[in-house]
C-alpha cells in the first residue's frame, strides 16, 4: 500500500514538472516593451550600445547614469589617428532621442595629438547602428 501511494504521488509530481516544461507564456500587456529596464536606462539601449562599441576600450561604464565612455581607439589600418566615444542614454524609452552619442578624433602630428574634425556622418552612423540592434534584441526577447 505505501509503495502505491509513493508511486502514485510520484507521478502526480512528474505530470506537475512536465506541464512546467512548456513554451513560456507571452509577454503581458500591461509590460511595455520601449521600457523594459532593471537598470536606470533603457536596457536594449544599454545592451546594444555596449554590443556596438566592444572593439573599443572601455574607460567608464555607468548604467544608472546611461553614460558609456570609451578610451582612446586607433584603427590598426590607420594608427596616426585615434577615436573616443562617448554615449549618453537619457531616457528609459526605446525612442531615437533618448539616444546620443558623441566622437572625438585626434591625428598624430611631430609626435603630438592634435584634435580633427570628425568624419561627417560617423556619429550619426554609430546612433543608427545602436538603434537598430537595441531594436533587434527587442524583437528577439519578445519572439523567443
Known amino acids: 500500500m505505501k509503495t502505491s501511494v509513493r508511486i502514485t504521488g510520484l507521478a502526480i509530481a512528474l505530470a506537475l514538472l512536465a506541464a512546467c516544461g512548456g513554451k513560456k507564456d507571452a509577454p503581458r500587456a500591461d509590460l511595455a516593451a520601449a521600457t523594459t529596464t532593471t537598470i536606470g536606462v533603457n536596457s536594449y ?30 584603427n590598426p589600418q590607420a594608427p596616426g589617428e585615434r577615436v573616443k566615444v562617448t554615449v549618453y542614454i537619457l531616457d528609459r524609452e526605446l525612442r531615437a532621442d533618448a539616444l546620443r552619442v558623441a566622437a572625438v578624433r585626434q591625428q598624430q602630428q611631430g609626435g603630438n595629438w592634435i584634435d580633427a574634425p570628425v568624419r561627417a556622418g560617423t556619429v550619426q552612423k554609430l546612433e543608427e547602428t545602436i538603434l537598430a540592434r537595441a531594436r533587434d534584441i527587442r524583437r528577439a526577447v519578445y519572439q523567443g
Open 45 to 74: 539601449l544599454w545592451r546594444a550600445s555596449l554590443e556596438t562599441l566592444a572593439f573599443m576600450p572601455m574607460a567608464q561604464v555607468d548604467s544608472n547614469g546611461g553614460v558609456i565612455v570609451t578610451d582612446w581607439y586607433a
